[in-house]
């Protein structure tokens, strides 16, 4: 199992930005497809957007389409979440996950490799 690192994370007001970020510990990510979840208290943890190695990117629920943006820079080995417009229902730990292969996926058990979570808190 490998290990990835999430930072970025933090307290924010609706209608506020933050852009989070995740790295690999030992191993490079540019041939594995990168995705992140969100899990807030007491629900399951839910596929948010996802990037293959070639940058082609899935955004999965309707609430985040056009305020979530996935990125990867292969060159700084780490991939991006931006996240605009933040809104109070967007609170949760974000987790990035990797996986060897081309194919994207919003199914956490379709991942083997995760890191430690970022907490992400919007409120006034």
């Known amino acids: 199992q490998l290990q990835l690192v999430e930072s970025g994370g933090g307290l924010v007001q609706p209608g506020g930005s933050l852009r989070l970020s995740c790295a690999p510990s030992?191993?490079?990510?540019?041939?594995?497809?990168i995705a992140w979840f969100r899990q807030a208290p007491g629900k399951e943890r839910e596929g948010v957007s996802c990037?293959?190695?070639?940058?082609?990117?899935?955004t999965y629920p309707e609430s985040v389409k056009g305020r979530f943006t996935v990125s990867r820079d292969n060159a700084k080995n780490t991939a991006y979440l931006q996240m605009n417009s933040l809104k109070p229902e967007d609170t949760a730990v974000y987790y990035c996950?990797?996986?060897?292969?081309?194919?994207?996926?919003?199914?956490?058990?379709?991942?083997?490799?995760w890191g430690q979570g970022t907490q992400v808190t919007v409120s006034s």
């Open positions: 996950a990797a996986r060897q292969t081309y194919a994207c996926s919003g199914v956490a058990n379709d991942y083997a490799n």
């Open positions: 030992g191993f490079t990510l540019r041939n594995y497809v």
């Open positions: 990037i293959n190695p070639s940058s082609g990117s899935v």
